[in-house]
């Protein structure tokens, strides 16, 4: 059976499109197929699996010689487990600049495209009259992926094609856009009931910026305050994340979805300069409010310097 998976540290692209995408191999192209997940989903994602009675994928921990797979939002092998080039890739969909390093035993499917949100490019593969015989829980699931990735159509990474796909499938599902962002975005900002190490872990992804193994986290929240009131502790567990996670450095952004800003939290001086030097920023303290900044891979990835 082909399994279909997105990045480790799954957020909602990358628990939905493996969702979708498994249910159009299976039903449509007759070839069976299931979604599996690289870890825990955030809780955006974890709530639309329960909104939708969407069940929660298997998580797997790496794949075998020879298991076929998919590979949805991600193309960076330091995101895939550690085995994805003994595996059998045979597809790729993405929306991430190409990262390079997989390799596959035969010439394979690749979409990449300059979309906010693989779950867009999903839409357009599947075309309009096989998604006509799609459960409404995947449509749900492609609008809500849509939606996260957008920040409701406020992140500069939104295309029209992107913000018509999500009104289209609203009104096919008799939602109201906003009222079901509002959801979602409450749902992701509830973070209580987890550790500063798992928020660090939360969203992140690896980066390499002078010679330096960067983990370079986001949390999107309507409720910043939540998280900047925990200031402290996480700056503290930062140094510990790092050092098991094999990196030098944890970059914090704290994204208010709102205000359409983020705040850099700043624990040392080697943040302190990339603060500076990258967002053209003055920092007199240990955080720095980073206005309009709002999208990890279009604006904070892209910049990052020292």
């Not at 998919?70 to 193309?75: F, G, L």
């Not at 999903?122 to 809500?144: F, N, Q, S, V, Y």
């Not at 029209?160 to 796909?165: E, F, K, N, T, Y």
């Not at 330096?212 to 999107?220: F, G, Y």
Request: aromatic letters at 4%.
């Amino acid at each position: 059976m082909i399994q279909v998976f997105g990045h480790k540290a799954p957020d909602t692209d990358s628990t939905g499109s493996p969702i979708i995408w498994a249910w159009y191999l299976s039903e449509v192209r007759k070839e069976p197929a299931r979604a599996v997940l690289l870890g825990e989903p955030n809780t955006e994602a974890a709530w639309m699996l329960a909104k939708w009675d969407l069940p929660k994928p298997e998580i797997i921990a790496d794949v075998a010689a020879g298991d076929q797979c998919v590979i949805v939002d991600t193309n960076n092998p330091a995101e895939l487990p550690a085995s994805i080039n003994e595996a059998d890739v045979i597809e790729i969909i993405d929306h991430h600049l190409l990262a390079g390093g997989i390799k596959t035993r035969l010439p394979i499917n690749i979409t990449m495209r300059p979309l906010a949100c693989t779950a867009t490019i999903m839409h357009d593969l599947i075309g309009d009259e096989d998604l006509a015989r799609a459960p409404r829980a995947i449509k749900a699931a492609m609008l809500t992926c849509i939606l996260s990735d957008t920040l409701e159509f406020r992140s500069p990474t939104t295309t029209p094609h992107d913000r018509a796909v999500a009104e289209k499938l609203a009104r096919d599902l008799g939602l109201s856009i906003p009222d079901y962002a509002a959801e979602m975005f409450a749902a992701k900002s509830d973070v209580s009931a987890f550790s500063e190490e798992a928020l660090l872990r939360m969203d992140s992804k690896e980066y390499e910026l002078g010679g330096k193994q960067l983990r370079v986290s986001v949390l999107e929240t309507t409720a910043p305050q939540v998280l900047l009131d925990r200031k402290a502790a996480l700056m503290a567990a930062m140094p510990g994340v790092a050092s098991a996670d094999g990196a030098d450095e944890v970059l914090l952004f704290i994204v208010d979805i709102l205000n359409e800003q983020a705040t850099l939290l700043v624990p040392n001086d080697f943040v302190k300069q990339v603060a500076e030097k990258s967002f053209n920023a003055k920092v007199s303290g240990d955080s720095v409010l980073l206005p309009g900044i709002m999208s990890r891979k279009k604006q904070i990835i892209p910049a990052l310097a020292i």
